[in-house]
């Protein structure tokens, strides 16, 4: 009787997380696929980009000029995003003409249909950090959805929170849960399907490693998850 009494308290907010961390955890999920499909575009061409100018599917067309290699991309649609590498066919003497000369040959190709388009440059390497950690803590700002990052960035408040207020864990303390979660990004989603709110096994006492470990497993399903995604959408 002693037991029970003692463990009603936690009773309700248990029963309550073990519901809501699988909506949370969906979230984390599309905020993942999503930055993926946008991080990593679809490969595109000259060709391609002006017949999608011309079609007015795309109004802005981004450039990163390295050397005299181009890499321009472009956008039909939140989730539909084309890159390529332009070489130019003959002499340009630096960067900033391999640029213009990109932009000229796209302008010249796409005709009056051209004058609705608007060049911006942007930096070729930006996801490079969110693809190296697989989930990383602003991984969610890259996702096209204004309401999907605040979701995210709702959920992964609602994580931090539960790590530091729940009374017990099952695989590790909530310092390190938090630590782990922080550094890798991936310990938020591991958190979720690791902790679901119940005392672990007898004799299974917390330990600061599980939560690094459960981090690295969910590191390297959501590896193999997002080359699934590449491949199904195109992108490999």
């Given amino acids: 009787m002693t037991e029970r009494v003692s463990k009603a308290p936690d009773a309700w907010p248990d029963r309550m997380w073990r519901l809501a961390r699988w909506a949370l955890l969906l979230v984390l ?8 499909l946008r991080v990593v575009p679809a490969h595109g061409s000259t060709r391609a980009l002006v017949a999608d100018i011309k079609a007015g599917r795309t109004h802005t067309v981004q450039t990163d000029a390295e050397g005299i290699d181009v890499t321009v991309r472009w956008s039909t649609g939140l989730l539909d995003d084309h890159s390529y590498v332009y070489h130019p066919a003959g002499f ?19 005709g009056p249909a051209a004058r609705a ?7 070729a390497t930006y996801g490079a950090g969110g693809l190296s950690l697989l989930l990383p803590v602003t991984s969610v700002l890259l996702t096209p959805w204004t309401w999907l990052r605040f979701l995210a960035l709702f959920a992964g408040g609602a994580i931090l929170a539960r790590m530091l207020t729940a009374r017990r864990h099952r695989l590790a303390e909530g310092a390190a849960w938090v630590l782990a979660a922080l550094v890798t990004g991936a310990g938020f989603a591991a958190y979720l399907w690791a902790e679901p709110g119940r005392e672990g096994p007898a004799g299974r006492a917390p330990r600061w490693w599980r939560a690094w470990l459960a981090s690295l497993a969910t ?8 080359a699934v995604v590449l491949l199904v959408a195109g992108r490999l």
Avoid at 29 to 36: A, D, K, N, Q, V
Avoid at 93 to 98: E, L, N
Avoid at 219 to 226: D, I, R, S, Y
Wanted: charged share 15%; aromatic share 8%; proline share 2%.
């Fill in 92 to 110: 340009v003497p630096g960067t900033d003409q391999a640029d213009q000369n990109v932009r000229a040959t796209v302008t010249r190709a796409a």
């Fill in 29 to 36: 999920l599309l905020s993942f696929i999503t930055t993926l």
């Fill in 219 to 226: 590191g390297v399903g959501a590896a193999a998850l997002g």
């Fill in 117 to 123: 388009v608007r060049f911006h440059e942007f930096d």
